[in-house]
């Protein structure tokens, strides 16, 4: 399975990027796209685009902390999932990244799943390279679990990561589960 990660360059490719992020996430977990926008002009997000055979196959967005990435965003077309898209992607950003730590938060899959969507999230990074960091948070009151490689990540590293990489007030609403 081959995938090709570039940059958005033309109008439609940001549209294509808008409009899968908006299909692939809920309301609750999208940032107003404009914030996304605004921090890959100021270099502190990456923005990817991807393609299977010159078609639009997905997109990948991080957030750049030096030598540790967050992978924030990763969401494949719906004509091009469950046929291994999203696992050449993620090999692609690992090797893009190589040499950086790499890390995911994920709605926890230890609490209500009936559709067994959440452990599924969970199992496909698991499967692609990256392990259980065992650090919980509540970012804006959702309960998530981070999946990383080749870096640690606690709780306080966690909020400090968005502190410094992301802002002041995001890591405001990065709290520590009282379980």
């Known amino acids: 399975m081959s995938v090709t990660l570039r940059k958005p360059a033309a109008p439609l490719d940001w549209l294509r990027i808008r409009l899968l992020y908006r299909r692939a996430f809920p309301r609750y977990e999208r940032k107003p796209f404009k914030i996304i926008r605004r921090m890959q002009r100021e270099g502190r997000t990456d923005v990817w685009l991807a393609e299977q055979d010159g078609h639009f196959a997905g997109l990948a967005a991080t957030i750049n902390g030096g030598d540790t990435i967050l ?4 969401a494949v077309h719906e004509k091009r999932r469950n046929k291994g898209v999203g696992s050449a992607m993620l090999q692609a950003l690992l090797a893009l990244y190589e040499g950086c730590g790499l890390f995911v938060e994920i709605e926890a899959a230890d609490r209500d799943d009936p559709t ?4 599924r999230r969970k199992a496909f990074y698991l499967r692609n390279g990256l392990t259980d960091m065992h650090a919980v948070a509540i970012l ?4 998530m679990e981070l999946l990383g490689r080749g870096c640690e990540m ?3 590293s966690y909020r400090a990561f968005y502190h410094d990489h992301y802002n ?3 890591a405001e609403h990065v709290v520590r589960p009282e379980d």
Not at 116 to 119: D, I, M, Q, S, V
């Open 154 to 156: 606690d709780f306080d």
């Open 168 to 170: 002041a007030w995001a």
């Open 71 to 74: 992978l924030d965003y990763l």
């Open 140 to 143: 804006f009151g959702v309960r």
């Open 116 to 119: 067994g969507e959440k452990a």
